[in-house]
């Protein structure tokens, strides 16, 4: 069963279509959601530069029906630099995420006890503002559950990074507001806490997820911890987008 699942969702991928209702082909469960992930990722054939957290925020479970995160690859193909005005990747009903992007220094591998804010931290090299762009590539669009946004990578579509800040003891993690804009309109704002109350939670999660798998962060590697913003918004073609992280920079981006 598995095998048809992915078949169908790499078959709509490698077409540029939308993927089919999963129906009776659901996965059963959420390790055989990310066993479809994992084959559905390696018929990309793209790079993998980190990890993305998703369903941090209440809002973002509620929105999803999720009640715990998830996670995704992102890969330097699909990973841009700010400001970039050219984005052309196919996309179904895109939503626009402004969250807060940690580089690791040093493998985070299993150390006999279950990581947390306070342990992760000596490996945050840097942070980094970024928008993430999510996108459900399903028929039936957001309408999906945990299973199908797992299997199709955790809906992660692209990275905008901004200006990496090395120095990132003296940032307000926490509390800095984080404002998104498009066309110059204010649509929404968060701070970082709404992150698992600490982003750093979600890099926790996220470490000790994947070694429950047998997997680990590596040294070097991205990972975006969730989106900040207190509600969901869609992103449109030809309008600038813009979020402004006090204290941090700003990212902005243009879908072609």
Excluded at 43 to 69: D, H, R, Y
Excluded at 120 to 143: F, N, Q
Excluded at 203 to 217: D, F, M, P, T, V
Aim: include cysteine; charged fraction near 25%; charge should be negative.
């Amino acid at each position: 069963m598995l095998d048809k699942i992915i078949d169908t969702i790499t078959l709509a991928r490698n077409n540029k279509n939308l993927i089919p209702d999963l129906n009776d082909m659901m996965p059963e469960s959420v390790t055989e959601a990310y066993a479809v992930q994992e084959e559905v990722v390696d018929s990309f054939n793209l790079s993998p530069i980190g990890w993305k957290v998703g369903c941090t925020t209440e809002m973002a479970q509620k929105f999803s029906g999720m009640t715990e995160p998830f996670f995704g690859v992102m890969f330097a193909e699909t990973t841009f630099d700010s400001p970039k005005s050219d984005i052309s990747l196919y996309m179904n009903k895109p939503i626009i995420e402004p969250e807060l992007c940690f580089e690791v220094e040093g493998d985070i591998v299993d150390i006999g006890i279950k990581y947390n804010a306070n342990n992760i931290m000596k490996h945050i090299k840097s942070i980094t503002p970024v928008i993430e762009i999510v996108d459900a590539r399903y028929e039936k669009g957001w309408d999906i559950k945990a299973l199908e946004t797992i299997s199709d990578n955790g809906v992660h579509s692209c990275l905008v990074k901004g200006a990496k800040l090395s120095n990132w003891h003296d940032y307000d993690r926490l509390n800095s507001e984080v404002n998104l804009f498009i066309d110059n309109e204010f649509k929404c704002g968060g701070r970082g806490k709404n992150v698992l109350n600490d982003p750093l939670n979600s890099i926790s999660w996220l470490a000790n997820k994947l070694i429950e798998r047998g997997q680990y962060i590596q040294s070097g590697e991205i990972i975006t911890t969730g989106n900040t913003c207190d509600k969901p918004i869609f992103a449109e073609k030809n309008k600038t987008i813009k979020a402004v992280f006090d204290n941090l920079g700003e990212v902005e981006m243009v879908l072609n």
